[in-house]
């Protein structure tokens, strides 16, 4: 068996299957895909990284930031755009779940290349395959490897509109590093889109939520993805703007919660000035 997800990639995975256990419905995304393809061992869900409440904000940051890609994927598609790149991918099962959308997209998902190796055989081994617009882009980071010369030997053409999504990344990397990959996309077609989210500094959380921010970021140190980069959305805003976007606008959690989490009778919704998105058009 190739190397497998990070624990990151694993955890966030886990929290969308237990989404449908212990959430009432409306289901803000639908998705035991994830929890498939990993085949953990049973006692995962008395794990205390799993435990429903004190993880219920946390998850519902996962679930709203899914769900605004998916849905601005689908508005995009309908503009005609075809190509779909994820930079950071993980256990990200658009391509499985969406098929009526992923039929008419060409899909490019980057990530390392143990962790492709690994979700290529178990997309094959749980019975899903890899549909014929899917690439699974191996791309070593670690090495100095670049995302763009990758995805276009794997069929992504720079030259036509494309919508790119970097979610729960940024914060692993460097101003620099992410300073560079917002060129990158900036280059790309007049038109294309690209959404990233981008975590906020530790003292703009509410005071209830930081207890989690700071065990998440001490559990990243731990395994060896410390949180280097942290953005305010001006911040943030400023950088996509430098780097050459025709226009950039910030999507806070508060949208979100309103579009996809209002009416809940659970409370259940993302946390405010924790992790919001950067959403940016090239031209």
Request: glycine fraction near 8%.
């Amino acid at each position: 068996m190739s190397v497998g997800p990070d624990s990151t990639a694993a955890r966030v995975a886990l929290w969308r299957a237990l989404h449908l256990e212990v959430d009432a419905p409306p289901h803000v995304i639908e998705d035991k895909i994830g929890l498939t393809l990993l085949a953990p061992d049973p006692a995962w869900r008395q794990r205390p990284d799993m435990e429903p409440q004190f993880t219920k904000v946390f998850r519902a940051s996962i679930l709203a930031r899914a769900r605004f890609i998916e849905d601005l994927v689908a508005e995009q598609l309908e503009r005609g755009i075809d190509q779909y790149v994820l930079l950071g991918a993980g256990l990200d099962t658009f391509a499985q779940r969406r098929p009526e959308l992923a039929q008419r997209l060409k899909i490019f998902e980057v990530d390392q290349p143990g962790h492709q190796a690994w979700k290529r055989q178990r997309l094959i081994e749980a019975g899903f395959g890899i549909p014929d617009g899917l690439r699974l882009v191996p791309v070593d980071f670690e090495a100095g490897a670049k995302w763009l010369p990758e995805v276009t030997r794997a069929g992504f053409d720079r030259n036509r509109l494309a919508v790119l999504s970097s979610t729960g990344v940024s914060m692993y990397l460097s101003r620099d590093a992410i300073a560079e990959m917002l060129r990158e996309v900036a280059g790309l077609a007049p038109g294309s889109t690209f959404a990233m989210t981008f975590m906020l500094p530790f003292e703009f959380a509410d005071a209830d939520v930081r207890p989690g921010l700071e065990m998440a970021a001490k559990g990243a140190r731990n395994s060896g993805t410390p949180f280097i980069s942290l953005f305010t959305p001006a911040e943030m805003l400023a950088l996509a703007r430098a780097a050459g976007f025709k226009s950039v606008r910030h999507v806070s959690a508060d949208a979100l919660a309103g579009r996809y989490f209002a009416g809940r009778a659970d409370g259940l919704r993302p946390p405010a000035n924790c992790e919001e998105f950067l959403v940016a058009t090239t031209g």
